[in-house]
C-alpha cells in the first residue's frame, strides 16, 4: 500500500549544545520566531507551528561518519520569499554553504552553530518539473543568484515586500534529507513498509522517496560512509523527526505495516515512536 498522498513532514526535534549559539542563529539569521522555551526545550517555527524543536544538552558532541541527519530543508512559498531569505542572509553576513538549482526547485544550503545542516528552498510549480520517462528529473546545477535577486526589484514588489520580519508564516518543512547506513535497506524500510513512492536514485548512493507525487519527502544517502553506524548517545544532530499523516485511520494503517514488518514501535505522548533501518527516530501522528 501507498503512503496517503496527502502526508508531510512534520516538527524536526534536533539536539544542540548551547542554546546561546543556537537561539539568535535560528530567530536572526534564518527568521525563525521562539515560540516557547521550557527548560532544556526550545520550539521555533512560523505562524502558529513549530518547525523546529531544539533540546539544549552542553556535553553534546558532533559525531564523524555516522548516520542522522544530513539536513532539514524549510520550504518558502514563493520565489521572492527565497529572494528576501537570500537578501538577508547576505546583510547579516550568514555563511552560506552552497546553492544549487535542481530542476524543481532552488536551494541554499548552511549549517548551524552546531553543524546541523540547513536547506532553505522554494519550489518551481508541479507543471514545470520536468519529467524523463515517467519520473521527475532532478539534477545539481548552478544557482542564478542574480536571477533570484531580481525578484526584489519586479513591477509588482511593494516597498513594504522588501521589509524583513522573518520567514514567512506559510514556510513549512519541506523535507528531511538522511544518513543511512545502507541504501537498500532504507529504501525498501520507506518504500515496502511505510509506503513512499520511489522518485529518483542519484546513483549508487542516494534516493528519495514521497507521497503524493512531491519530488521528495525524504532523501537517503550513504555519504558518510556504506555501513556507518548511528551516532553515539549524547550527540549533537537528529534526535526524532516527524511524519504527518492525514488521519487516524492512516496511522493505524501504518502501525500494522510496521507490526507486521516485526518494526518495534513505542506509543508516546506525541505519536508513535520508532527508528528506520539506519536508527533515524521517527515519529507518526496525525496532522493538527
Not at 31 to 52: P, V
Not at 64 to 88: C, D, M
Not at 217 to 233: D, F, K, R
Amino acid at each position: 500500500m501507498n503512503i496517503h498522498p496527502d502526508t508531510k513532514i512534520g516538527t524536526v526535534f534536533l539536539t544542540v549544545s548551547d542554546f546561546g549559539r543556537s537561539l539568535p542563529y535560528y530567530q536572526h539569521n534564518i527568521g525563525l520566531k521562539l515560540h516557547r522555551q521550557e527548560g532544556d526545550m526550545a520550539y521555533l517555527g512560523t505562524g502558529e507551528r513549530d518547525l523546529l524543536a531544539l533540546r539544549e544538552l552542553p556535553s553534546a558532541t558532533r559525531p564523524q561518519r555516522t548516520t542522522g541527519l544530513y539536513h532539514f530543508a524549510i520550504l518558502v512559498p514563493s520565489r521572492l520569499e527565497l529572494a528576501q531569505t537570500l537578501k538577508h542572509l547576505i546583510d547579516t553576513e550568514t555563511r552560506i554553504g552552497g546553492a544549487s538549482d535542481h530542476l524543481v526547485s532552488e536551494a541554499l544550503y548552511l549549517s548551524d552553530p552546531d553543524g546541523n545542516g540547513i536547506e532553505i528552498y522554494r519550489d518551481r510549480p508541479r507543471n514545470e518539473w520536468p519529467i524523463v520517462n515517467g519520473r521527475i528529473e532532478m539534477d545539481t546545477q548552478p544557482f542564478n543568484v542574480e536571477s533570484v535577486l531580481g525578484e526584489l526589484h519586479g513591477r509588482a514588489v511593494q516597498s513594504r515586500d522588501l521589509i524583513w520580519n522573518g520567514l514567512h508564516a506559510d514556510a513549512a518543512i519541506g523535507h528531511i534529507h538522511l544518513h543511512v547506513s545502507h541504501l537498500s535497506e532504507a529504501e525498501a524500510f520507506y518504500t515496502q513498509v511505510l509506503g513512499f513512492d520511489l522518485i529518483t536514485r542519484y546513483g549508487p548512493s542516494a534516493a528519495f522517496v514521497s507521497a503524493g507525487g512531491y519530488h521528495h519527502h525524504i532523501g537517503l544517502n550513504t555519504w558518510a560512509g556504506v555501513g556507518a553506524p548511528p551516532p553515539p548517545p549524547e550527540s549533537v544532530g537528529l534526535d526524532w523527526y516527524e511524519i504527518l499523516l492525514p488521519d487516524e485511520e492512516t496511522l493505524m494503517d501504518t502501525a500494522v505495516r510496521l507490526q507486521n514488518a516485526h518494526i518495534p514501535t513505542e506509543q508516546r505522548e506525541n505519536g508513535l515512536f520508532l527508528r528506520d533501518p539506519a536508527q533515524n527516530g521517527i515519529v507518526l501522528r496525525v496532522q493538527p
